[in-house]
């Protein structure tokens, strides 16, 4: 290499000391190594490039002379970090500081040699740059992140609370933070899981503050009216397509027949598996950032009940929450069906007929009518409460029928009933067998309307008291009634008492 310039000594010998491997299976010869080592330092030293370039040299200079075992180049390698950063640092640009430390300490402490005052200098940098900039969230974390990892490395957990107490304080008093219900619930979230990676190490006041921050998001006091944001989409649909809808379900040669429209009307509102794909589908792509990064999902009554990761990585619980809200596109025509049902069929003969069907036949007559006639009168409220416990006891007595488990031993000597989600998720082949012919996974349906977060979760609300607004609504009420439609197709085989 017989250039001066140490940018051209620095691009060609690297080149022969990154290629030599895999052109003629073999490392490059050590004095090559040393050529890119000393012409990056060199590069360095006197501002031959802009500062980020230089720190991007100077760490592949570290990592060759490592690679190469060469303590005199370690050394001075080292020597040039230290210099680099202290004239390229500034407080604002955290790409800019912070790396000596993380690389000589934390990063190649096992092959850097440092003094005790070249360690204690490094620290106290950090450190004192930590107070300058801890009001900073965003600052303040880059600073916190190497020093807690630092003094967890140490076993020194005094220390490594302080630092984190630092960053909770920033994060809490951040007036963006506190600006909006959302941002201050990821904020604590925030805090709890960097307390909770200590705690996991087995430090026991990580632990402590674990549980702590754990308790203090219950208790936050959050106006989540600020926060949430109303969309809403007009649709057009002609009166065409409703008449014509509305005919392929009540058909005139249908005339009398109820078991049949409740048929029609059972199976033609269930999620369509390939129509939900393509609806998730058409999003993603139209919108692929949205599904690049984590998805905060908030329940009806704005509290966050879960976080999806991308879309690659959480394709079910996307797809979960997708056939959530394709139920939720479909409750118009659902509605516009049961109108016509309602002005079709008389409230006697539409309570006679659940009277009549296999996982109702056994069910408290006199309740089973109060919830269909509620329904029948428009009461939303009363029907959509009375409609729950119904659907509960149908797919209890449909599973016992089908010599399914819906007991189990208790600590008593006795025994106690699985909940709906036990019985949904862990009795669920079931319910797919006897609906088979259907064509759609039923009992993927009844979890997604009656017990999953990312669904409607109807039961679960109802028997908890949560989202109690929505239980006034028609499309709740509906929604339950479409689910006992579908209960009541089950009969009994010939010869079954």
Known sequence: MGTKSPILSSRYADLVVDFSPKVINKNADVDLFQIVIDSNIAICQKSLADPLDCKTKIKRALVLAIQISNQDKIAKVKEAIINLEKKAATDDKPGLWGFAFKWLILDFGKKVTLNKTEKAELTKDLEDRLKRVEKDVWL??????????????????????????????????????????????????????????????????????????????????????????????????????????????????????????????????????EAVEKQLNDVSGKYPLQFLCTTQVVSDDGIPIAKLSTLEEDYDNHFQRYASQYLQFGSFFLTLATDELKNRISKQKITEYFKNSTLFENENKEYLERAISAYWN???????????????????????????????????????????????????????????????????????????????????????????????TRDVSDRLFHIMMCLSLVKKKEGEK
């Open 378 to 472: 428009n009461d939303y409220l009363v029907s959509s409460h009375l409609f729950n416990p119904l659907i509960e006891s149908a797919i209890r007595e449909l599973i016992k029928n089908c010599g399914g488990i819906i007991l189990k031993p208790n600590n008593l000597g006795g025994y106690d009933r699985l909940t709906l989600s036990q019985l949904l998720n862990g009795q669920g082949s079931i319910i797919e067998a006897i609906f088979s012919r259907v064509g759609q996974n039923m009992a993927f349906y009844f979890r997604l309307v009656l017990t999953e977060k990312l669904g409607m979760n109807l039961r679960n609300d109802f028997a908890h008291g949560f989202g109690k607004k929505k239980f006034f």
């Open 140 to 273: 303040a974390e880059n600073a916190v992140s190497l020093l807690a990892e630092y003094y967890a490395n140490e076993k020194d957990e005094d220390n490594l609370l302080r630092v984190l107490g630092i960053l909770e304080k920033s994060l809490k008093t951040n007036d963006r933070t506190n600006s909006d219900a959302l941002l201050k619930v990821h904020a604590y979230e925030k805090i709890h899981e960097i307390y909770q990676k200590y705690r996991d190490k087995a430090f026991q006041k990580a632990k402590a503050a674990s549980d702590r921050i754990s308790q203090e998001i219950g208790q936050l006091d959050l106006d989540w009216n600020k926060s949430l944001k109303e969309i809403s989409v007009t649709t057009e649909i002609k009166q065409k397509d409703i008449d014509d809808f509305l005919k392929a379900i009540f058909s005139d040669k249908d005339q009398g027949k109820l078991e049949t429209t409740v048929a029609k009307m059972a199976i033609n509102f269930l999620p369509k598996k």
